[in-house]
């Protein structure tokens, strides 16, 4: 047998991402591969972290991107903040956040969990009785962006809130960055990640990170080593720090790191005001199509993530069957529900450049043809007018 090259179909990703890929990305990525070390290489990791500041809104020095996808950024911030022994109050609305968990208990801390609702937001008035119950707590950590439920939680109230009871604060943007408003100095965030593959319409495996003075300072302070050799940012600021001198510390992701930076240059072109506005927009105009045909969503409309859509798949419809029709026809990905959503849900994915008009029609009218080959009853048609009002302003 001779294995020949391998030629993925073209899709389109309505997913929890990966999301579809710009052009522009894609060619920068075919870009010719030069050292690490090359001093063009180096102008551009310059830039690169100039570009990662402004999409952050930050001005933190220690910023840049980990070598690696999201669950790594999680790793990095996890790995340097918590120290042995540490107390954690780790809010938990979905599958990311008990994946913090997880880090904060690998990493030699204690979590103290606060629960909320899948499919709500984080409660602030019980992330406040923990922080009040738990003095002796070093940091609160949360989710953003839920991806698993597609619930946005107050980010600058949790900010204020560990500021108030003394902990520095760690926040998965993983799905949030250039989807929703998201403001790291304003807002207080003390260490954030983030990744490529979702809402900058990067090519999956890396991860933008930021770290605050007063991360900083309990970086360098630590009792114990940071229990990761790769992800120690004293170390990694060796090669993505300091001005001109940079020593070897892993073989950068050369042409994937070209491609961050043109999905950066590309947010930069756009605004990041335009960039969350355009993707309200096409989260209205689906939300509207998908109410015209019948369908709920699962999470209340102030706490909605435009960026990821959790729809209530109606009583007597095949999830997977749906899927795989839109998958087989259309070429269109959506993503299943996870955990306790599982068939329960349906997870449509409006992120960087997949948050477009024509894929919200595409989407609306490959929905209803699937829809209606499982006789779900409605009038047929209706979606995408919908959509298109709301288009029309
Ligand atoms: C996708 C995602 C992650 C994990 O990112 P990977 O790149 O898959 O490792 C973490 N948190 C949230 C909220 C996500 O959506």
Redesign the pocket.
Known sequence: MTITSFHPPRRTLMG??PSDVHPRITEALSRPTIGHLDPEFIRMMDELKALIQFAFKTNNRLTLPISA???AG?EACFANLVDEGDKVIVCINGV?GGRMKESVERMGGTAVVVESDWGRAVDPTAVEEALKANADAKILAF?H???STGARSDAKVLCELARKYDCLSIV?A??SLAGSELEVDEWGIDAIYS?S??CLSCV?GL?PVSFSEAAIKKIESRKTKVRSWFLDMNLVMGYWGGEGKRAYHHTAPVNQLYALHEALCLLQDEGLDNSWQRHQLHHNALVTGLAAMGLEMLVPESERLAQLNAVVIPEGVDDLAVRQQLLKEYNLEIGAGLGAFAGKVWRIGLMGYAASQTNVLNCLSALESALLSQGHSFTPGLAVKAANDVYAG
């Open positions: 929890p991402g996808p999201g669950s999680m990311f989710v962006a839920e991806t998965d993983v799905t990744g593959q979702k999956p991860s």
